[in-house]
């Protein structure tokens, strides 16, 4: 009997002497299987399974071996009838028989292309966050701040929140690689870790040159402009 349909039954592990009151006899109960829902046929799901010896054809049966082969029936030490249609062999589960690279997976993501688009949407904000105080900065530089000592100060401003952001970046990462990894993390973590420094180089350098563009002759057009 299917787990689940003797759980919904009150039947948890089987005793011996368990009968099933049908409404002819007891059925005697030998045990409870496992049928999980993932991906197999969902045909032995909420079924109960007995013997039995029927001289007739059968719909269908059920072959388990391994590795695969060409063509099933020919481990079967029945004969198949040819006047009942043409058979046909087919995967009991259909996903979790399927051939699976984990490392040709790994390396098809598209890796380079997220980090460079990490990089340039880094880029797009940190021009835009100077951009929206560029009124500020101009006017450092009217009260006599030199240009290096301003886009030393900005750089400073965004380490300051940029080493704490990537820290927990970096060890969500971490985290992420080692769950139900069985392979060693360092390749999992090192393909997140590489767009955080992307994003975070990008983010700097771009602050530091878009600073280091703001004019103090551009002051007036900066205050209209705000």
Same mark, same amino acid.
């Given at each position: 009997m *299917?787990?689940?349909l003797?759980?919904?039954?009150?039947i948890?592990?089987?005793?011996?002497?368990?009968?099933?009151?049908?409404?002819? =006899?007891q059925?005697?109960?030998?045990?409870t299987?496992?049928?999980?829902? *993932? !991906?197999?046929?969902?045909t032995l799901?909420?079924a109960?399974l007995?013997i039995a010896?029927?001289?007739n054809?059968? *719909?269908s049966?059920?072959?388990?071996f391994w590795?695969?082969?060409?063509?099933?029936?020919?481990?079967?030490s029945i004969?198949?009838?040819a006047?009942h249609?043409?058979? =046909?062999? %087919? $995967?009991w589960?259909s996903?979790l028989g399927?051939?699976?690279?984990?490392?040709?997976a790994f390396?098809?993501l598209?890796?380079t292309?997220?980090t460079?688009?990490?990089?340039?949407?880094?880029?797009?904000?940190?021009?835009t966050?100077? @951009?929206l +105080?560029r009124l500020?900065?101009?006017?450092? +530089?009217h009260?006599g701040?030199?240009?290096p *000592?301003?886009v !030393?100060?900005?750089?400073a401003e965004?380490?300051i929140?940029l080493?704490?952001?990537?820290?927990?970046?970096?060890?969500?990462?971490?985290?992420?690689?080692?769950? $139900?990894?069985p392979?060693?993390l360092l390749?999992a973590w090192?393909? !997140?870790?590489? %767009?955080?420094?992307a994003?975070a180089?990008?983010w700097?350098i771009?602050?530091?040159i878009a600073?280091?563009l703001? @004019?103090?002759?551009?002051?007036v057009?900066?205050?209209?402009? +705000?």
């Amino acid at each position: 009997m *299917d787990a689940e349909l003797g759980a919904s039954l009150g039947i948890g592990r089987v005793p011996a002497g368990t009968y099933l009151a049908t409404g002819a =006899e007891q059925v005697p109960i030998a045990g409870t299987f496992e049928h999980p829902d *993932d !991906g197999r046929d969902a045909t032995l799901s909420g079924a109960a399974l007995g013997i039995a010896a029927d001289q007739n054809a059968f *719909d269908s049966c059920w072959v388990r071996f391994w590795p695969p082969a060409g063509n099933p029936l020919e481990l079967l030490s029945i004969p198949v009838t040819a006047n009942h249609g043409a058979s =046909e062999a %087919v $995967q009991w589960n259909s996903s979790l028989g399927r051939i699976f690279n984990p490392p040709e997976a790994f390396h098809a993501l598209p890796l380079t292309e997220l980090t460079i688009a990490a990089a340039a949407i880094s880029a797009v904000l940190a021009l835009t966050s100077v @951009r929206l +105080r560029r009124l500020e900065l101009a006017s450092a +530089r009217h009260i006599g701040v030199t240009g290096p *000592d301003l886009v !030393g100060v900005t750089l400073a401003e965004t380490t300051i929140w940029l080493v704490p952001a990537c820290v927990i970046a970096l060890s969500t990462f971490a985290f992420l690689a080692a769950w $139900q990894n069985p392979d060693p993390l360092l390749a999992a973590w090192f393909a !997140g870790a590489r %767009v955080v420094g992307a994003a975070a180089a990008a983010w700097w350098i771009t602050a530091g040159i878009a600073t280091a563009l703001i @004019r103090e002759a551009h002051l007036v057009r900066y205050f209209q402009q +705000r």
